[in-house]
């Protein structure tokens, strides 16, 4: 630090900044402060906006427009807002720089529904953009528009369409993710492939592209011209270019200006310091974006460059294969960012990635010279691309080998803040041992030690006891998890009516993020595909998913076409499937659940035939009733009423139906007399789900009333004849 007066300062402002957005928060963090228009605007308010565009980016089902300094008329009050999205179908040819009037409703980005799943809004507010606008009403009012910025984006999209053009749909929309950071064109079962075998990080601009593009002309320069200050001119300008036309993402920001050190460092004869450039970028990223300290992207990319720098020297003294010591260096070093973010480890990325690395300079020398050849208009750019189309073959082909090897992906779930602190405490000393420590017991006892540490870091799921039941929030639908005491998993139902990808992208992250990688058993209450379609969609996704061990349903007489085909489904894709019949009991450990109907022969499969469940542990009971009404509940009613002479007292309810007004009655509710009643549905929805008579009769009955139209995921935890109701943070 004596010599490096530059890396103090920086490490103190990174720590300054660092103390302002954790202890500080709203209070020093304009993002985190409710903008003029969460302040001024309600959601679903109509109104006008006029700004200027500065992003486009087109989806597969709209069109993107990024506005900033925007002047909007809300509800008679006139307000300014830096940045808003407005989503859009109109085809209207629109440039950088462009003024627009813009008439829509505003909506507001949302918060994570259950724990592991997306935050849109948290993603959105590290931009600084805190709400969006869905409109057709589009005018230009000033035709101005920035000719470098916009012909840069023309000049990507061009580039873009002809990599898809000459590759073919699925390879050209991957080397363009590649080339330009353009991901959103890429076939999605590609890009799940790459991130779940631990090679995703591919996909991203990295230092590796911007030292291609900055490095690379910089030393032709220098040698053409004889000049380190002409080189360095040459590699600055074109990587500027470059960067404006991919964007500022933080793995650019950080490559950026450390090419700017390197290149500062060569011009003026100094020594290139990388600690002090990597401690330089760290503070110009969260100067510009203070909550990038949240983003998993900010510590992947700065962590990667910080273990080149610490870990892997050490590792490359120590081991004589000097091939594994940059993957194994950088992997110990983000395991915990990788688990926190991620949830779980691809144990064979660091093997894969000695095949993938190397390639990849292949690739970004190819597409690069291969694309401005055949933009040029000469035959031989095509097969130059054709190489990298043979690399990501090959990609391909090893993705899809490694995935089947056993124990490819190891769900570990999110560690908390305490065993990632262990974690580092370890590692530390463990690089110290080896640095220092000079007899042959160090590598025992760094071994010895690492393990230890490894172990506390992923070791949470381990040491849970009791058991804890977990309604998931997905929309208009159903889906509880139970985990049990000796740490099986149920799910009791999935399906949404209005999530898309509801498996996907509500029940499989929360899976991950409580550790679970397999589902022991899952109940399916009957055929309606607000219950049974995220099962379906996660039992055709268990390679890269969740893995579905075992599939429970009702009796033969009580499935419906739609229920027939889930089977089939499960029976084909390795899931064993069993039928549970009243009477019916799982046990794990002092847990059971018991089948409590559909016992009458002559009711028709449906709402009314739905499977009837009572868990049981440690006192605790819970009652899940799936959609049943009218039959199916006065059948239940009676076999409840027998059940009092047991004195069971029901501590939950799941209420049937979502709270609609045909199930839930007084008669049931007299038998029942729950503590607890929960009820699923989803926010305006277009049944009026929960029905207001029937939260009447709820409260009336004294029970205490959840929803996930209020309170997202939530759920409650048992242990040793206590329980404790929680929120989805806890």
């Not at 984006?153 to 002809?162: G, L, V």
């Not at 993402?249 to 950080?254: A, C, G, L, P, Q």
């Not at 990038?292 to 294969?321: H, K, Q």
């Not at 804890?468 to 149920?490: A, F, N, R, S």
């Amino acid at each position: 630090m004596k010599n490096r007066p530059l890396l103090s300062v920086c490490l103190m402002v990174l720590c300054i900044i660092a103390s302002m957005v954790v202890w500080g928060r709203e209070r020093f963090i304009k993002e985190l402060r409710p903008s003029p228009i969460e302040r001024y605007a309600a959601e679903g308010d109509n109104i006008t906006i006029c700004g200027k565009i500065y992003r486009q980016e087109q989806k597969e089902n709209c069109r993107m427009i990024y506005l900033k300094e925007n002047s909007i008329y809300s509800n008679s009050k006139k307000f300014q807002e830096s940045k808003i999205i407005i989503y859009t179908n109109s085809s209207q040819k629109l440039h950088i720089g462009n003024q627009l009037k813009v008439c829509g409703k505003v909506s507001f980005y949302e918060e994570a529904r259950n724990p592991g799943n997306f935050d849109q809004k948290f993603y959105y507010q590290k931009q600084g953009i805190h709400g969006k606008v869905r409109s057709d009403d589009i005018q230009i009012t000033d035709y101005k528009r920035n000719k470098l910025k916009d012909r840069l984006e023309k000049f990507r999209m061009n580039w873009q369409k002809m990599l898809q053009r000459e590759m073919g749909e699925r390879d050209g929309s991957a080397l363009a993710a590649i080339l330009l950071g353009e991901k959103s064109g890429m076939d999605q079962e590609m890009k799940e492939l790459y991130q779940v075998n631990g090679i995703g990080h591919i996909l991203a601009i990295s230092g590796l592209h911007l030292s291609f593009a900055g490095l690379g002309v910089y030393r032709i320069a220098r040698r053409m011209t004889g000049s380190y200050k002409a080189g360095g001119i040459t590699g600055g300008i074109l990587l500027c270019l470059y960067v404006m036309m991919i964007g500022m993402t933080v793995s650019v920001i950080r490559a950026w200006v450390m090419f700017v050190f390197r290149i500062g460092a060569d011009i003026t004869g100094r020594h290139y310091d990388m600690p002090t450039a990597l401690a330089a970028s760290a503070v110009l990223t969260v100067g510009i974006h203070p909550l990038y300290l949240y983003d998993g992207g900010f510590w992947l990319s700065f962590g990667a460059v910080f273990a080149v720098c610490t870990v892997i020297p050490v590792l490359e003294n120590e081991m004589r294969c000097k091939s594994l010591c940059a993957g194994l260096g950088i992997n110990v070093l983000l395991w915990p960012v990788i688990l926190y973010n991620f949830f779980e480890i691809p144990v064979y990325s660091i093997l894969l990635n000695l095949i993938i690395l190397p390639l990849m300079s292949v690739v970004l020398t190819c597409g690069m010279i291969g694309s401005f050849i055949k933009m040029a208009g000469w035959i031989p750019g095509k097969w130059i691309l054709w190489i990298c189309r043979c690399i990501l073959w090959v990609y391909d082909k090893c993705c899809v080998f490694t995935i089947k090897l056993p124990m490819a992906r190891w769900v570990a779930g999110r560690p908390d803040k305490r065993r990632i602190f262990i974690y580092y405490l370890v590692l530390m000393t463990v690089i110290l041992i080896l640095k220092f420590k000079r007899n042959g017991k160090k590598y025992i006892i760094s071994i010895t030690l690492y393990t230890v540490g490894f172990l506390i870091l992923i070791s949470g799921p381990w040491v849970r006891t009791g058991a804890e039941v977990t309604m998931l929030d997905v929309g208009q639908g159903d889906c509880i998890c139970v985990e049990g005491p000796e740490h099986k998993t149920y799910l009791i139902d999935g399906g949404s009516s209005d999530i898309k990808n509801v498996g996907k992208y509500r029940i499989e992250p929360f899976l991950k993020y409580r550790g679970i990688g397999s589902i022991d058993y899952v109940f399916v209450s009957h055929g309606d595909i607000d219950h049974m379609n995220g099962i379906e969609e996660m039992l055709k996704r268990q390679q890269v998913g969740i893995k579905i061990r075992n599939l429970v349903v009702t009796g033969e007489a009580y499935r419906d076409e739609k229920l027939e085909e889930l089977i089939s489904v499960a029976e084909d894709n390795g899931t064993t499937v069993w039928e549970m019949e009243n009477g019916t009991q799982i046990r794990e450990g002092k847990l059971r659940f018991t089948c409590l109907g559909p016992k009458e022969k002559n009711i028709n499969p449906g709402n009314e035939a739905s499977m009837i469940l009572h868990l049981e542990y440690e006192g605790f009971d819970m009652l899940f009733t799936g959609d049943v009404e009218k039959e199916g509940e006065e059948s239940l009613t009676d076999t409840l009423s027998y059940l009092q002479e047991k004195k069971i007292s029901w501590e939950v309810l799941k209420t049937a139906h979502h709270g609609s007004k045909n199930s839930t009655t007084e008669a049931f509710l007299e038998n029942v007399k729950p503590r607890y009643a929960w009820i699923s549905a989803g926010r305006k929805n277009r049944y009026g789900h929960p029905h207001k008579d029937t939260l009447e009769r709820l409260e009336n009955s004294g029970a205490k009333i959840y929803s996930t139209q209020e309170n997202g995921a939530f759920g409650i935890t048992v242990n040793k004849k206590s329980m404790r109701i929680h929120g989805r943070n806890g």
